[in-house]
């Protein structure tokens, strides 16, 4: 399998639960992101890890947790939403020269992910 | 602040020559970047620009003027499978990307 992978691809959940959004990319590349989809609405950057480090946290609430075991993977643990966070999530990898400008983005198709 | 503007929706024909806009005010320049995202996939990495001018790839061109911060993504003979949105980005000074929100593309027969 190639590219970037996100499962699951849909998920309902109540407010009350735990889930996880789980992301794999199979391209060798060292920095991996969680982006956040809302309608008409520009791409939000969650989380940034390079080399499996957090370098980015964009003043994300406490209710998603980011998790990077090794440079193929990256979690995201879901607790207590809210309806206003239902949205795409979007995992995306680079091969991490972000001091480069070329840096090229590949997504995965997202989780559209809809709190009750 | 930064900000990146570009249309929500265009609607053009199929066969014809489309052009979608970008503006934007951004903290520097390192690059502006189109993505292309069919409804309920991925986005897909399209064009870089970093250097003003056209830069063409096939039916696809995108066009770079830094000083008047604009860009547009040319599209020509389209056919139905570039409906889709198209995204405009921003590398900044940090190297951070700032998006735009859009633009959904309708091809009509």
């Known amino acids: 399998e190639t590219g970037v992978t996100q499962t699951p691809r849909h998920l309902v959940m109540g407010m009350t639960n735990k889930k996880s959004l789980k992301c794999e990319q199979h391209l060798g590349h060292n920095a991996m992101y969680w982006y956040k989809q809302s309608a008409k609405k520009p791409l939000e950057l969650m989380f940034v890890y390079s080399l499996e480090e957090r370098v980015e946290n964009n003043s994300v609430p406490s209710r998603f947790s980011p998790e990077c075991p090794n440079s193929s993977h990256l979690f995201l643990h879901l607790h207590t939403l809210q309806p206003e966070d239902s949205a795409l999530y979007l995992c995306?990898?680079?091969?991490?020269?972000?001091?480069?400008?070329?840096?090229?983005?590949?997504f995965g198709a997202g989780s559209r992910l809809t709190v009750l | 602040g930064q900000n990146i503007d570009q249309p929500t929706e265009m609607t053009a024909t199929e066969g014809a020559i489309v052009q979608i806009n970008c503006t934007y005010q951004?903290?520097?320049?390192?690059?502006l970047f189109w993505y292309q995202q069919h409804a309920g996939e991925a986005p897909t990495f399209l064009s870089y620009?970093?250097l003003d001018g056209l830069e063409e790839k096939g039916r696809f061109s995108s066009f770079l003027s830094r000083s008047k911060g604009y860009s547009y993504l040319l599209l020509k003979e389209l056919q139905m499978k570039d409906s889709a949105s198209y995204l405009c980005?921003?590398?900044?000074?940090?190297?951070?990307?700032?998006w735009g929100a859009g633009t959904k593309l309708i091809i009509k027969p």
């Open positions: 620009n970093v």
């Open positions: 980005a921003i590398m900044d000074s940090n190297y951070q990307l700032i």
């Open positions: 995306a990898s680079s091969r991490g020269d972000r001091g480069s400008g070329a840096n090229v983005l590949t």
């Open positions: 951004t903290s520097g320049f390192n690059g």
